[in-house]
């Protein structure tokens, strides 16, 4: 199955600071991907959806302008944690699929973010 | 609207059992897909299955059997002659064609297996 990576795996950083998670598709183009927010012991979140060359959609109660998402290439999304809060701390998991089929996505090892 | 349940939250039970997951789920679309992830401690999902909602055969891959159910809007997961391995958290998921494919997760059930 296709591939996909993260970065980084983990990431401390401190209260206020940015923080920045890679998602890349290592050998297919991913013309969709889509993030996930899964906190301890809980289910993973959809927050948000992003297509190639085009604005994010979020999913209702995602802060956008808190959490940035960018796909400016088929094989790289990133998403930007700004002025990061304890609250924040969670499990970030990408998913990536193609032009088809559809349903086949696949996803990433997840960054797990803690805010001190 | 589309929802998955899992209403086991945790199950415990001990090594070579058999047990079963259950997964309920609500869409309105008739064309979907069904999947069922495993989580280890790790974090990293492992994809299990898909089904697509025009094929109700059940399936077998070694020790883990799918019964798909349309009439009950069930999808459950079978460990047959469980191991410690297979201790994780499962879910099930369910993706729509008219709402993107985006793929919504149950809330996951914690298996126990017990040596």
């Known amino acids: 199955g296709a591939v996909v990576s993260q970065h980084p795996s983990w990431v401390i950083c401190k209260s206020g600071t940015s923080v920045k998670i890679e998602c890349r598709s290592l050998d297919f183009q991913a013309t969709t991907m889509f993030w996930y927010r899964q906190f301890p012991k809980q289910s993973l979140m959809l927050m948000a959806t992003?297509?190639?060359?085009?604005?994010?959609?979020?999913e209702q109660g995602v802060e956008k302008d808190k959490f940035l998402i960018n796909h400016a290439s088929l094989t790289l999304s990133t998403l930007t944690v700004t002025s990061a809060h304890p609250e924040d701390s969670s499990f970030y998991i990408c998913s990536a699929r193609g032009l088809a089929p559809a349903y086949e996505q696949y996803f990433g090892p997840g960054t797990r973010l803690t805010v001190t | 609207a589309q929802k998955v349940t899992q209403a086991q939250t945790e199950i415990s039970v001990v090594e070579k059992e058999d047990v079963t997951l259950d997964c309920v789920y609500e869409?309105?679309?008739?064309?979907?897909?069904l999947f069922w992830y495993k989580q280890p401690p790790s974090g990293e999902l492992v994809f299990l299955i898909r089904?697509?909602?025009?094929?109700?055969q059940n399936e077998i891959s070694g020790r883990y059997s799918w019964n798909f159910q349309k009439s009950t809007s069930s999808f459950n997961f079978t460990i047959t002659a469980s191991q410690v391995v297979d201790s994780a958290v499962y879910f099930c998921?369910?993706?729509?064609?008219?709402?993107?494919?985006?793929?919504?997760f149950g809330k996951g059930t914690r298996l126990h297996i017990l040596p």
């Open positions: 869409t309105r679309d008739t064309t979907y897909y």
């Open positions: 992003s297509n190639e060359g085009s604005k994010a959609t979020y």
């Open positions: 089904r697509n909602s025009f094929d109700e």
């Open positions: 998921a369910l993706s729509e064609a008219n709402r993107d494919d985006k793929i919504i």
